[in-house]
């Protein structure tokens, strides 16, 4: 453990550890600075009265137990609060919550497997799990609804979406309670104390914290739980290192096999005597989310789909009622732009109505189509702020924005080599239906950037069999820039 008052934010101490713990996986490398150091401390009154004095625990640290049981008793009893706080969000969950389908999470090791729909059941009290897997595969469906059960099994949940998470633990958790109660997380958990609930802390897609803050908020949540006594359920594109106090079990999630994408697809509406159908329109389709947008376009998916079809096929039928279709796109496009360029996953409501504002009125269209835009169903307003329900509405349309803006293949691929835009070259590739452009753009971008396994999983068919179906001499000047098409070209 290294340990230091500096405000490590101000250092480039984080950057050099992140490269130490790469290196030395085997090494459990902590890092607390003096947030680290100040939050561990705000929570043991005696320790800081034994060091610095009387004056200065009142000061920096919170309430003594006694002090607590004194502001419990004026106002609500702590059982009124949990019950109306539980009923609220379990409503919230609830509205527009499509079943949970039995699907498979894998231990790290390989050595247990677990039904997504066996959670609840499986954890316990001081049994920190996380839950890891690419984007699309049901970790965030899956944590609401074990959010929703643990409500009703008697656990007090509080579930904070990281991506919202801005530097202080206890005013994201404030805010994510506060559209069930006028209570602050800390009085509900000293509540749930009161009551004998177990507490329990669904931390969704660390992945969508912004860099800079990924350490902070995990040591952050560590002194929380330290103090609260609280279990952690956490989910992530891959595991996160995270303090030794709420280390506990990985698992990641699987593809769903034969037997749970049909029952997928029949939760989704899918008759039983269609299933052999769309499940062949479904073939290049691996993933959860994949799979339920899929469900909901049967028959009206362009032939050969991938991914990057699927999604605009999905967005363009739900804004085909708009008043002006494609400058409500345009909108889109531009929140999405603004989304990337400042590496976050949200954007303050007043900001995004006033910029798309001026958009519309440059593009000499009617300023009402900001309002129509908002209520789309491919946006979400919380909280002030907009967003969009998953990451793969913001990679397609800042995808398609540049695809848009930009001249040609070589231009774009100029665009999509900026480090922070990488993922967005899946996406990209197949918007465009001229060959000559795909192969320009490709021959523009790295290995990095492109992999064949995205060609594969991402792009759908038409892409990957253009490829394939060229002169082995279009194969060699891509090899000499896209090193692993050489183990991928066609014998001709």
């Given at each position: ?465 253009w490829l394939w179906q060229r002169p082995a001499a279009v194969w060699r000047r891509l090899s000499s820039r896209w090193p692993s098409a050489r183990s991928r070209a066609p014998r001709i």
């Open positions: 453990m290294i340990v230091t008052t500096a405000d490590v934010r101000d250092t480039k101490v984080d950057l050099e550890l992140t490269r130490l713990r790469e290196q030395h996986r085997d090494l459990v490398i902590e890092l607390w600075g003096r947030q680290q150091l100040s939050d561990m401390l705000f929570a043991l009154p005696d320790l800081v009265r034994r060091f610095f004095g009387e004056d200065t625990m009142r000061v920096f640290c919170r309430p003594l137990p006694d002090q607590e049981a004194q502001s419990e008793s004026s106002g609500a009893t702590g059982g009124r609060v949990l019950e109306n706080y539980l009923a609220q969000l379990g409503s919230y969950l609830s509205e527009g919550l499509h079943e949970l389908v039995a699907l498979t999470l894998e231990d790290q090791d390989g050595s247990e497997r677990l039904s997504s729909t066996e959670l609840t059941a499986w954890l316990r009290p001081g049994r920190h799990v996380q839950v890891a897997g690419s984007s699309g595969t049901g970790k965030s469906h899956t944590l609401a609804h074990a959010a929703l059960g643990l409500a009703q099994a008697g656990w007090l949940p509080i579930l904070l979406r990281a991506g919202v998470y801005g530097g202080r633990l206890e005013d994201s958790l404030d805010e994510s309670v506060a559209p069930f109660t006028p209570q602050t997380a800390d009085s509900l958990v000293r509540a749930a104390r009161l009551e004998m609930l177990p507490v329990v802390l669904l931390v969704d897609a660390i992945n969508e914290c912004p860099v800079r803050f990924q350490d902070r908020l995990t040591q952050q949540v560590s002194s929380w739980c330290l103090r609260t006594e609280a279990t952690v359920v956490s989910s992530s594109h891959e595991f996160v290192h995270v303090p030794v106090v709420i280390g506990g079990a990985r698992l990641r999630t699987v593809d769903p096999e034969p037997q749970q994408r049909a029952a997928l697809l029949r939760s989704y509406g899918v008759r039983p005597e269609d299933e052999r159908s769309v499940e062949d329109e479904c073939e290049a389709f691996s993933t959860v989310f994949e799979l339920s947008l899929a469900a909901q376009l049967t028959q009206r998916l362009p032939a050969n789909a991938g991914r990057a079809a699927l999604m605009d096929a999905y967005i363009g039928e739900r804004l085909q009622q708009a008043s002006q279709p494609t400058a409500l796109r345009q909108v889109l496009h531009h929140w999405a732009m603004l989304m990337d360029e400042r590496l976050t996953g949200w954007l303050p409501l007043a900001e995004a109505q006033r910029s798309a504002a001026q958009l519309l009125i440059a593009l000499g269209a009617a300023v009402g189509v900001v309002d129509e835009a908002l209520r789309s169903p491919v946006v979400q307003v919380r909280h002030q702020r907009v967003e969009f329900p998953h990451e793969w509405y913001a990679q397609l349309l800042a995808a398609e924005a540049l695809v848009w803006s930009c001249a040609g293949g070589t231009e774009l691929a100029g665009e999509l080599r900026r480090p922070h835009r990488r993922e967005l070259a899946v996406w990209a590739v197949p918007l465009h239906s001229d060959p000559e452009v795909v192969r320009g753009l490709l021959q523009g971008l790295s290995d990095k950037d492109v992999s064949s396994r995205r060609c594969e999983g991402g792009w759908g068919r038409w892409p990957t069999r």
